[in-house]
């Protein structure tokens, strides 16, 4: 037995941040999330797949194939598959447009989750969903480590798991509640974490 992932994992390792930063969409936040933070242990890694895993079977789709998009979901959907003991196929961003890796085909009518480390808007998860439609393959659910859409589901009519439901706000510069206290800003990433 494998106690759920919280918050609290994810801030321990770094991953999770408070202050005030500038997210790259431009928007405020009091929060940051840097997913690769907690998989750069490969035992935390490992352990979030095995979670994940167990989400997926609790769906109870039955996939054939577990599929993530380059760079973000390649280690957790790696760690995922390994314990569903599926094959691990991954798309990148070639020239801006979502494309399966060289090298990679599916079956018609495969049976693929799509797997994720944080689903946001939910956008690249669709990118993804649409190249393996294209190719031929069926989605039949997605996960992620972390849903921060601001919903239960984005995805309409497909099953979705997440490890851990967050919802921090975002604010335009000119309504930021940290701005007007006057708390420093800082660009995420400008200080590196080594491990
Ligand atoms: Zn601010």
Redesign the pocket.
């Known amino acids: 037995m494998t106690t759920p992932l919280t918050l609290d994992d994810l801030t321990a390792a770094g991953a999770h941040r408070r202050g ?1 930063f500038r997210l790259s969409s431009g928007l ?1 936040s009091g929060d940051y999330l840097q997913c690769a933070l907690f998989l750069a242990d490969p035992r935390r890694a490992e352990r979030a797949g095995r979670l994940l895993a167990a989400a997926v079977s609790r769906l109870e789709v039955e996939p054939e194939l577990i599929v993530s998009p380059a760079l973000g979901g390649l280690i957790i959907g790696h760690e995922t598959a390994r314990t569903l003991e599926l094959p691990f196929i991954f798309t990148e961003r070639q020239e801006g447009n979502m494309t399966l890796r060289r090298g990679f085909a599916v079956r018609s009518g495969q049976r693929a989750v799509v797997v994720e480390d944080v689903v946001t808007t939910g956008k690249s998860t669709r990118e993804v969903i649409e190249v393996l439609e294209k190719a031929g393959a069926r989605v039949i659910a997605l996960a992620s480590i972390v849903n921060r859409s601001g919903s239960e589901n984005p995805f309409d009519n497909l099953p979705y798991a997440a490890l851990l439901t967050v919802s921090f706000p975002t ?1 335009d ?1 000119a309504q ?1 509640p ?2 007007a206290e006057g708390r420093p ?1 800082e660009k995420p990433g400008s200080r590196p974490v080594s491990l």
Do not use: G
Request: aromatic letters at 12%; hydrophobic letters at 40%.
């Open positions: 005030h405020h604010w510069p930021c940290l701005c800003i």
